[in-house]
């Protein structure tokens, strides 16, 4: 049976699952679970994750949820995976496992509620797009900024093209870059002004992007339409609903 | 080279590190980094943790942060380690990896901010026992509750001894329970009225602390100096200054 990855491409853990997927040449069938409609609270979803998020994978009977998780059993899983995704050596392990951890309680905590509060909207029931919030995307500013530097001057050190100075990528360098490229749906000015301060890890994006194309810009497609929409929302009313519904690749 | 453990066990993801290595024989030095005097921001302490935070890890020539990352390692890198702690099965070790996740973004985020907001007092300054917050306690006690309850319902189905029905403990019980203990510096009210309700997870603490004692308990002990000297400052005034300071076990 082949792999189920339940996921939507809006979400940034649940695109870097279907990118690491495609780059390895899993053979996997990508089931859209629309959260911009509610979909993953629906009981038929919290079948396959009580969480009720994406992304959630199904492997025969087995089912799991988070992200990082999912990422470092892929990697182990499937045997064609190339050891520099996940590291066999204890060290390097190690130091992954500490940069994603980490990633959950500073870059994510950051990140995700800015272009929220910026520029999607904070949810309104359980759809996101209400009115925008800059007081609070001022404040998650700060601890993304942090979080930014922090990777800027530990992790990219030197000339490394990668995160821990390594020459591939790893699912660190992965989940981190999709994080942050949930920044490309604010206006352009925003972006350069959150981003510009630190050309290592513009530079970075470049590498992981270079890694792991065509599949990384397919998958990261959807941010344009976003944006696309967002600024004709801006252009009307700055509060007015927006419909981040997009078609269904699959049905749950 | 003797491991070092720079912890402080006022610091819940600090505490299991030290217990795991206690119970499972682990030779190491705890070192006190006193975060309520701003210590883990110090430029000797940040060349072993840039972060700033404890718990952190030195050994040989290998420093490591983040909790479940130390866990994770030293259960790989001590071969004495008992498989259960974290198994070597591919499935096993996945949901362990998904529940440690998990954490970060949900029990974390209500256990942590409600016991600073509902006892111990917001940081002033760098150091924590300001002011009372009653109104952010009421906010993140939702986000304890809501984690609360998919332990109970999701992780503790049925007899489970353990997590995931597990008969032994790993360290997705050791880090969660830990967590959980924090609680014990409330007010016995307190503390009954949010725990009360979950009956499995009161058993599961208890099956955790049968599990690794005396070492639990013996690592635990600061939580009721601590919420002694909570008590005496209520008698007082609620929004008196309140001394974190503890004893040093070793220098930094």
């Known amino acids: ?18 990118v690491f997927c495609k780059v390895n040449s899993i053979d996997f069938e990508e089931v859209m679970v629309d959260f911009t409609t509610g979909q993953t609270l629906s009981p038929e979803f ?8 994406v992304p959630a994978i199904v492997d025969g ?13 892929l990697a182990t899983a499937f045997p064609g995976v190339p050891d520099h995704w996940y590291p066999a050596d204890l060290f ?27 520029a999607l909207g904070p949810a309104a029931g359980p759809v996101l797009g209400g009115p925008l919030n800059p007081q609070a995307a001022n404040e998650v500013e700060k601890i993304l900024r942090a979080s930014l530097s922090k990777i800027e001057s530990l992790w990219l050190k030197g000339n490394a093209k990668f995160l821990l100075g390594n020459f591939k990528p790893s699912i660190a360098d992965l989940s981190l870059v ?44 959807i941010l344009h ?26 049905k749950l």
């Not at 490229?181 to 270079?210: A, C, F, H, T």
């Not at 339409?225 to 927006?242: D, G, H, I, P, Y």
Request: proline share 5%.
């Open 46 to 53: 919290k079948e396959i994750n009580p969480m009720g998020q």
């Open 92 to 118: 390097t392990r190690a130091k992954i496992h500490s940069i994603l951890d980490w990633h959950h309680s500073n870059l994510r905590r950051g990140a995700m509620p800015f272009v929220i509060n910026s």
């Open 225 to 250: 339409k976003v944006k696309a929409r967002l600024q004709s929302r801006l252009e009307s009313t700055k509060n007015s609903a927006f419909d981040l519904r997009m078609k269904p690749n699959s």
């Open 178 to 221: 999709c994080e942050i490229m949930q920044l490309e749906v604010l206006d352009e000015k925003d972006r350069e002004r959150v981003l510009g301060p630190y050309p290592k890890i513009l530079q970075w994006i470049e590498n992981v992007k270079s890694a792991t194309n065509p599949h990384f810009d397919d998958v990261h497609g």
């Open 1 to 18: 049976m082949t792999l189920k990855v339940y996921a939507h491409r809006l979400s940034q853990p649940a695109r870097a699952v279907i």
């Open 61 to 73: 009977r087995f089912r799991l949820f988070e992200s990082h998780a999912i990422l470092s059993y």
